[in-house]
């Protein structure tokens, strides 16, 4: 029902396992219930990153999704 959700969105990284602690690293979208779409920032080429995503409830606590896609940048 989205009740406590504070923020929601995506992360992304070079580490297999991304996470919200880079700002840079992160975009978070509206709402709290429902799809969503974002749009990423540019990312540089030749590069690896790792992308899922997350929700921020009001306890600080975050969850991530158990899925991480792998986008290779030529």
Not at 44 to 49: C, K, N, P
Request: glycine share 10%; net charge positive; hydrophobic share 35%.
């Amino acid at each position: 029902s989205g009740t406590g959700i504070v923020e929601r969105g995506i992360c992304w990284g070079t580490s297999t396992v991304p996470t919200v602690n880079a700002p840079s690293s992160k975009l978070a979208t509206s709402g709290t219930t429902g799809a969503y779409a974002v749009l990423a920032k540019p990312i540089s080429a030749s590069q690896t990153v790792y992308v899922r995503a997350y929700v921020k409830h009001s306890s600080g606590s975050v969850y991530y999704s158990p899925t991480i896609v792998k986008i290779v940048i030529p």
